[in-house]
C-alpha cells in the first residue's frame, strides 16, 4: 500500500515503477430522483477522483440495486441508471468491465447506484491534495460554476418522502466530453512540476475541495468569488460555494506557473482562473465585490468536526430482531424440479446481457476478459494485467453481519484469484439505512467487524472507500430501509497474462473437479437464494441443491450460470 483512506483515492504497488489508484462512491439519492444524469454524474465524480491522483483511468466497474421489476418505478430507473453509466463512460472512453445487478423489494424506494474506477500511474508522479505554500495560487480550472447540485450533498444524507421528484434540481448535471477534456489537460499539466495540490470539487462543490485542501496542509484559504468561472447571471457566493456542477477541479500552483499552466487548459478549451491564494490564518475567507462575506474558522468543519457514538444491538439482540429463523424451521423439499423453476423465476438470476451490451467493455484495446468472475484489463504496453470485481450479497449482510460482511470480502477474493490474479487490495462503498436507529447501527458495527477480520485473515487491505447512509424511504409504495450493503471492490495483479484463467469449459473429456473446505456436511450459516424465493422471510439455511455462487452480470453475450 502506497497511500490508504484519506485522500481522493487509494492507492498500491503494482511493480515496475507503477500503482494502481481506485476507489468506490455511491450516487444513490440522485441516481433515484434523475436516473440518467445521476449516474452519469457518480461516473464523472468517481474518475475525477482517479486521476485528480495522478492515473490515468483505464476500467470502470459497478454495483446496482434496485426494487422488484414489476414496481410502477423500477421500469424507468433501470433504463435510466443503465442508459447513464453507459452514456457517461463510453463517451469518455473508458471502458466498463466489471459490476453487478441485484433486484429486491427493500430496494424499491431507495436504489445503489455504486461506481467504481482503476486507474495507473507512476509511483514519482503521484499527487495529493493538502494545500501548503504560504501565498500560493489556487486556480479553478474545468466547466463554469452553475446553479446544479445546491444541496446535493445535504440531500444524499436523508431518507426520501412524498416530495423525492420536488429535489431534482440538486442533481448536477454532467458532460462526459468536457471530461475527457479535463482528464488530458489534467494529466499534461502533471507532467510538469506546476502542481502543489489537486483536488476535485466533489460534494458541496467549492466548499468541500478549499475546506478538504487547507486542513490536510495545516493552512488557511482565501478566495475571491469575484473571479469564480460562472455560467448564470447574478451568483451569489452562497451559491457559488455549494454548487456541484460538475467537471470541476481545484489546484494549488508553484508561484509563477500560472500561465504556463493556463496555456495548456485553453489549448484544451477549459476555463482557468486564479480564484485565491494559500494564507497561514487557519481560516476560510470569502470576498465578494471588495467585502468579506465569510471568514470563519477550518477546523470545525474537518478535523474538530464532532464524532459520533451511536447505540448499537448486540449480535444476540440483533439476531432477535431480525427474525432469522433457526435452520430446523426451514420448510425442507425434495422436489428439485420445483426448486429450479422458482431459481430460474428470479430476477437475480436472469441474463444481465441487456445491461452489458450498453456498456463499452472494449474502448482502449486493452480489455482481455468480461463475463468471468472478474474483469481483467492489461496494464497499458506492459506483459500484466489488473483483475477488477464487484461484490456483496445484502441478504447475507442482514441475516447476520458479522459473517455477511466476512463473505463479501471473500468473494472478492475468491473471483480475483479465479482468473489468476493475486488479490491486492479492497475498495469498499458501505450502504445502510438510518444509522440513528440502534438495528441498522448494529448492521454497520458488526458487518464493519466482519469485514475487518476477513481483511485481517487474507491480507487484503481497505485502502480507500466511501460511506452512504440514510438510504431509506417514506415515500408511497417504497420499502424503509434497504437491506445493508457493503459493496467491496477488489483489485488483483497478473504478472504474467499468459496465466490468466477463464471460466467456461474448454473440451470434453475434461475432469471437473470441487475444491473447498468440506461443507457438505454442515450447515451454511447464511441466508440461500432459494430460501429467499420461498417464502421463508428473512429465514437463511442449506438446500440440498448444489452450493450457491453468487451471480453478477459483466458478460455482454452470457450471464454467469448459477445453482443453489
Known amino acids: 500500500m502506497i497511500c490508504g483512506p484519506g485522500e481522493n ?70 433504463q435510466g441508471v443503465v442508459a447513464g453509466i453507459g452514456g457517461y463512460g463510453n463517451c469518455v472512453g473508458v471502458p466498463t468491465v466489471a459490476g453487478e445487478t441485484n433486484f429486491h423489494p427493500a430496494y424499491d424506494g431507495n436504489i445503489l447506484v455504486n461506481a467504481m474506477t482503476v486507474g495507473v500511474a507512476d509511483q514519482d508522479k503521484i499527487f495529493y491534495s493538502a494545500a501548503t505554500g504560504l501565498g500560493n ?33 440538486t442533481v448536477q448535471v454532467g458532460d462526459p466530453f468536457t471530461e475527457k477534456l479535463l482528464i488530458e489537460a489534467c494529466l499534461e499539466l502533471m507532467a510538469t512540476d506546476a502542481i502543489v495540490a489537486i483536488q476535485d470539487m466533489g460534494a458541496a462543490g467549492l466548499t ?4 478538504e485542501m487547507a486542513s490536510k496542509g495545516g493552512a488557511g484559504i482565501r478566495l475571491d468569488m469575484n473571479k469564480v468561472p460562472c455560467r448564470e447571471e447574478g451568483m451569489t457566493p452562497y451559491e457559488m460555494m455549494l454548487s456541484e456542477s460538475q467537471e470541476r477541479m481545484l489546484m494549488v500552483l508553484q508561484p509563477g ?7 495548456i487548459f485553453r489549448k484544451w478549451e477549459l ?48 439476531k432477535a430482531w431480525a427474525g432469522v429463523k433457526p435452520l430446523g424451521e426451514l420448510p425442507a423439499t425434495d422436489d428439485v424440479a420445483a426448486d429450479l423453476l422458482t431459481l430460474m423465476a428470479s430476477p437475480d438470476l436472469a441474463s444481465r446481457g441487456w445491461i452489458a451490451e450498453q456498456y463499452d467493455s472494449q474502448v482502449g484495446a486493452d480489455t482481455l476478459q468480461t463475463g468471468g468472475d472478474a474483469g481483467v484489463v492489461r496494464v497499458h504496453g506492459t506483459g500484466k494485467a489488473l483483475a477488477i470485481t ?15 460482511g466476512k463473505q463479501a470480502i471473500a468473494e472478492a477474493y475468491r473471483n480475483l484469484c479465479a482468473v489468476g490474479a493475486r488479490p491486492l487490495a479492497v475498495t469498499n462503498c458501505l450502504n445502510f439505512a438510518n444509522p440513528q436507529r440502534p438495528e441498522i447501527m448494529a448492521q454497520i458495527v458488526h458487518a464493519l467487524d466482519g469485514m475487518g477480520d476477513a481483511c485481517r ?56 473437479y470441487l475444491v473447498g473446505p468440506e461443507f457438505w456436511a454442515k450447515p451454511d450459516p447464511t441466508r440461500s437464494h432459494l430460501a429467499s ?28 450460470s448459477s445453482t443453489n
Request: glycine share 12%; charged share 20%.
Open 9 to 78: 483515492a487509494g492507492v498500491i504497488d503494482i511493480g515496475d515503477g507503477q500503482a494502481a489508484i481506485f476507489k468506490m462512491e455511491s450516487h444513490n439519492h440522485p441516481s433515484y430522483i434523475e436516473p440518467y444524469q445521476g449516474a452519469a454524474t457518480g461516473v464523472g465524480g468517481i474518475l475525477r477522483d482517479v486521476f485528480t491522483m495522478g492515473a490515468r483511468p483505464m476500467a470502470n466497474a459497478n454495483a446496482l440495486r434496485f426494487g422488484r421489476p414489476e414496481h410502477p418505478k423500477m421500469k424507468h430507473l433501470v
Open 137 to 169: 495560487p489556487i486556480v479553478y480550472v474545468g466547466s463554469k460554476t452553475g446553479r446544479d447540485g445546491i444541496h446535493g450533498a445535504t440531500m444524499a444524507s436523508a431518507d426520501f418522502g412524498e416530495d423525492a421528484d420536488a429535489k431534482r434540481p
Open 208 to 211: 468541500s475541495s478549499s475546506v
Open 257 to 263: 506557473k500560472e500561465a504556463m499552466a493556463e496555456a
Open 271 to 318: 476555463d482557468f482562473a486564479v480564484i485565491g491564494e494559500v494564507t497561514d490564518t487557519g481560516h476560510m475567507v470569502l470576498e465578494f465585490n471588495g467585502e468579506v462575506v465569510c471568514d470563519i474558522p477550518l477546523a470545525p468543519l474537518a478535523d474538530e468536526a464532532p464524532l459520533y457514538d451511536r447505540p448499537y444491538l448486540s449480535k444476540e439482540e440483533y
Open 390 to 404: 464487484t461484490d456483496c450479497t445484502p441478504r447475507y449482510v442482514f441475516a447476520d453481519p458479522y459473517e455477511g
Open 457 to 512: 485473515a487474507l491480507d487484503f487491505p481497505i485502502v480507500s472507500g466511501n460511506v452512504s447512509l440514510y438510504n431509506e424511504s417514506k415515500a408511497t409504495g417504497g420499502g424503509s430501509a434497504i437491506l445493508p450493503t457493503p459493496a467491496i471492490g477488489g483489485v488483483g495483479i497478473i504478472t504474467d497474462l499468459s496465466k490468466m484463467m477463464t471460466m467456461h469449459f474448454k473440451q470434453a473429456g475434461d475432469a471437473i
Open 533 to 560: 424465493r420461498c417464502g421463508c422471510g428473512w429465514s437463511r439455511g442449506w438446500r440440498r441443491a448444489a452450493p450457491r455462487r453468487p451471480i453478477s452480470w459483466s458478460s455482454a453475450r452470457q450471464a454467469k
